[in-house]
C-alpha cells in the first residue's frame, strides 16, 4: 500500500473516531453526574400550605397557546431525531374569588418560525385573564413563559400583581427575544425567597435554577385535596423524569447554557417524588400527553374561564 494512502486512511479514521465521539458526547450522552443532588421535602412545603388559611384554587385551567417541534434527542438526549411536540402552555388556578396565572406562553411574532401552529384565540384569552389576576407568576425567564408578559398592552398595570423573582429580573439576557419595554422594571421590587415561598393559600413557589437561573416550581393544592406540581422547564417532557435523562448537551451548553448537574438533581428528585407520591400531579413544562391526561382525569380544566 503506498504511503499516501495509508495515511489517509489513517486520518479518516481518527476523524471517525473523533466525530463519533463528538457525536455521543453532544447528542445522545445523559448519565446522572454523581453531584447532582436537589434538597426538595414535599411534607415541609405542605406544612407551610396548611399555615395558610383561606380558599384554595378550585380548579386549574390551562390554555394551550401555540407548538414547537423539536427534535427527540433536544428532550431526551438519545432519543433520535423524529419530531416531538412542545405545546406552550398557560395556566389559570381559579379561585371563587380570584385568579392566578402561571406562565403566559408568547406572541405569533416572538415564535416566529419556530411556531408550528399557534391559537390566536387561546392568546386572547390568557392576556384578557391576565388583566384581571391577581397575581401573575413565572416559571422562569425564557420567551414563551414570559413573553406574553413582555407584550402585554397594560404591562405597567399588571406590574404591581406579578411576582418576579429577582433571578428572573436579573437575567434579561436569558428571555431574549422576549424583552421588557425600556425602563418598565426600574421601580419594580421583585420577589426574593429561600428554598420556597406560599404566596397564596394552596399555591408555593420552590426555587429551581438550573435551566435557566430563574427557574421555580409552582406547587399547587386544589380545594379538593388534589396536588399539581407545575415544573416549568426543569423538563419539557415526563420522559426525563422517568428515564432520567437530560436535553441533548449541544442543547443545554450550546443554546440554553444550562446548569446541566443541577438540572439532573432536580429529575431525580421528581423521580423520587413520584415512586413516593404517585398522586402528584408532575406537569412538565412542554408534555401535551401529561396535559391531555390531566385534562381527561378532572385534574386540569381546557381553557380559561374568562370572558
Ligand atoms: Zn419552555
Known sequence: MPIWVRRTLISIGVLAVVGGAAYYWLVVESRMPSDAEFAFDINQVRRAIAAVPGDKPATVEVEHVGSFQFPATAIVAGDGWALRDMPVYSFRLAYPDRSIIVDTALNEELGGGNLVTFDAEAYTRMMSAMTSASLILITHEHMDHIG????????????????????????????????????????????????????????????????????????????????????????????NIEVLRERARLVTRFFLNEDRTAVFGQLAALHELHLAEPDIAIVPGHDGGIVDGLLEAGILARGFSVE
Open 148 to 239: 406574553g408578559l413582555t407584550v402585554h398592552p397594560d404591562l405597567v398595570a399588571l406590574l404591581p400583581s406579578t411576582a418576579l423573582t429577582r433571578e428572573q429580573v436579573e437575567h434579561p439576557e436569558r428571555s431574549l427575544p422576549a424583552r421588557f419595554p425600556e425602563g418598565a422594571l426600574d421601580d419594580y421590587q421583585p420577589l426574593e425567597y429561600e428554598q420556597f415561598k406560599v404566596v397564596a393559600p394552596g399555591v408555593a413557589l420552590i426555587k429551581a435554577p438550573g435551566h435557566t437561573p430563574g427557574s421555580q416550581m409552582v406547587y399547587v393544592q386544589k380545594a379538593n385535596g388534589q396536588e399539581l406540581l407545575l415544573i416549568g422547564d426543569v423538563a419539557w417532557h415526563y420522559r
